[in-house]
Structure formats: C-alpha cells, structure tokens
C-alpha cells in the first residue's frame, strides 16, 4: 500500500502543476489596425513559436500552444507595409506553484512542455510598426499596447 501512495505521490508530481492548472493551448486574439487607428478586418497573420506556425485572420481569438519562447507574429495586407509584433511569454502562476510547494520535478516538466508560459491574450498589432506585446501590461477588457521594439525582431 505505501508502494502505490508514493508511486501516486511522484506522479503527480511529475505531470506539473501548471499542465495540470492551464494545458497546452491558451486563447489569444489578434485584432490589426492602420496607423490612423482604424481597424484592419481579416488580414493574413502568421504566429510562430517553437511549436510551429498558425495561420489566421485578424480579428479571430485563435487557440495558441503555450511556450517558453516568445511568439513572432507578422500580419499582411495589401495596402499597408507589414505589422509585426513579438508576444513575449512570461511564467503564469502554476511555474510559481510548483516551485514554492517543492515540486521541483513538476516545474522541469511544465517548462519542457511550455504549460508554465502565458502568452498576452489579446493584441492589435499596427501596420508599419514593430511592436512588443508583454502580457504584464494587460487589462482586462483591453489589447495589449505594443511598445516600439528596440531590436531583434525580423
């Protein structure tokens, strides 16, 4: 019987809180606009993560696989230059969890899986502008305001 609690116990431990908490996927929705502010409906978007890449329209709030990299996106439209921002992922509560309630185990295998990482929920990227999105900036109800990116960003 204590074989079989402790092979519970490690078990748990080893999923992860934050895999458990958030999972794999997180809702984000991208919204575009010209630099006079009026919005850009259905513009080619592409988001890019270690994960992969997905293909979506502006103006959808798409399921994005969390990661521990920041998320590259570029939107195209045919009469503006490109807008292209980078969503930077941050470690969300369930990383804190494990690591304040020793489960050392749990925030190795939340980190490999990316579950511990939250990208911003909602951004409005600008077009001809490369912009930062940082989720430690939202509020509810509200896109994320991109701050001019310095450097590093194609």
Request: a positive charge; hydrophobic letters at 40%; charged letters at 20%.
């Amino acid at each position: 019987m204590i074989r079989i609690l402790a092979a519970l116990a490690v078990a748990v431990l080893a999923s992860g809180c934050a895999s458990i908490v958030n999972g794999t996927m997180q809702p984000m929705k991208i919204d575009t606009v010209r630099a006079d502010g009026s919005a850009v409906a259905d513009a080619d978007c592409q988001l890019v993560n270690n994960y992969g890449t997905l293909n979506v329209r502006s103006g959808s709030t798409v399921q994005m696989r969390r990661s521990s990299w920041d998320l590259d996106i570029t939107c195209k439209d045919p009469a503006s230059p490109d807008a292209i921002g980078r969503a930077i992922s941050r470690a969300n509560a369930g990383l804190a969890g494990n690591i304040l309630f020793g489960g050392a185990i749990g925030a190795v295998v939340d980190h490999k899986r990316g579950t511990a990482y939250t990208y911003p929920t909602w951004v409005q990227l600008v077009f001809g502008k490369t912009l930062v999105f940082d989720r430690s900036a939202e509020k509810d109800g509200q896109p994320v305001t991109g701050t001019t990116a310095v450097s590093g960003i194609r």
